[in-house]
C-alpha cells in the first residue's frame, strides 16, 4: 500500500467525492483507465477491502475516508466496528492500535472445529473451555458442558477486559 503521506488531502478531494453515510468513493474526474466521473471507485481485494488507486499507487478504502474528513492521516489501524471489512461508512471507522483492533473479532477463526469464539472442546473431560487472552497470556475462563454456556462466559470476560470489543 501507498505510504501514508504520499498523497495530499487536496490531491485526494479533487480526485474523489465520499460518502460518509454510505461509505462510498465517486470519482470526480475520468481516468485514463477509462474511468468516468461519477464512477464509483475502488475494487475488492482477496480479504474483501476496497483499494482505490490515485496516480498508479494503491489505498485502502477505509484509510481514505478518515484522511478525507479528518484532513489527518490515522495514527494507528482504521478498524471498523461491525468487523465488516468493506463497510466503510464514517459511523463504522475507528482509529485504533493493532492490538485493539485485534480485539474486535465477530466469528472464530477458521481452524477453530466449532466455529464458536472463545470456545474448544476439552478432549479429554468432553466438556467446552472458555478462553480469553488479555495482555498476550490465555486465560482459561473455566469448563462448561455447552458451548453455549462457554461462548457466553467468553462474552462477558471480552466485553470487560477488550477494549476493542464491539460484541
Not at 28 to 33: A, E, H, I
Not at 41 to 46: I, L, P, V, W
Not at 62 to 87: C, E, V
Not at 97 to 122: F, I, P, T, Y
Amino acid at each position: 500500500m501507498a505510504k501514508r503521506n504520499s498523497l495530499t488531502h487536496r490531491r485526494l478531494t479533487e480526485a474523489l467525492r465520499y460518502e460518509p453515510a454510505t461509505g462510498l468513493f465517486f470519482w470526480l474526474v475520468d481516468g485514463s483507465n477509462g474511468v468516468k466521473a461519477g464512477q464509483e471507485a475502488g475494487t475488492f481485494n482477496a480479504n474483501n477491502y476496497v483499494i482505490i488507486t490515485i496516480g498508479r499507487k494503491r489505498h485502502y478504502a477505509h484509510r481514505l475516508a478518515w484522511f478525507y474528513m479528518r484532513k489527518r492521516w490515522p495514527r494507528g489501524n482504521i478498524d471498523h466496528r461491525n468487523g465488516t471489512s468493506y463497510d466503510n461508512r464514517w459511523k463504522n471507522l475507528r482509529d485504533t492500535s493493532q492490538s485493539v483492533n485485534m480485539q474486535n473479532l465477530h466469528c472464530a477463526r477458521s481452524d477453530n472445529k466449532l466455529g464458536v469464539l472463545g470456545v474448544c472442546l476439552e478432549k479429554s473431560s468432553g466438556l467446552y473451555k472458555a478462553q480469553i487472552t488479555i495482555d498476550g497470556k490465555n486465560k482459561c475462563l473455566g469448563r462448561f458442558n455447552t458451548p453455549t454456556i462457554a461462548h457466553a462466559a467468553y462474552l462477558a470476560a471480552k466485553r470487560i477486559h477488550h477494549a476493542g470489543c464491539m460484541l
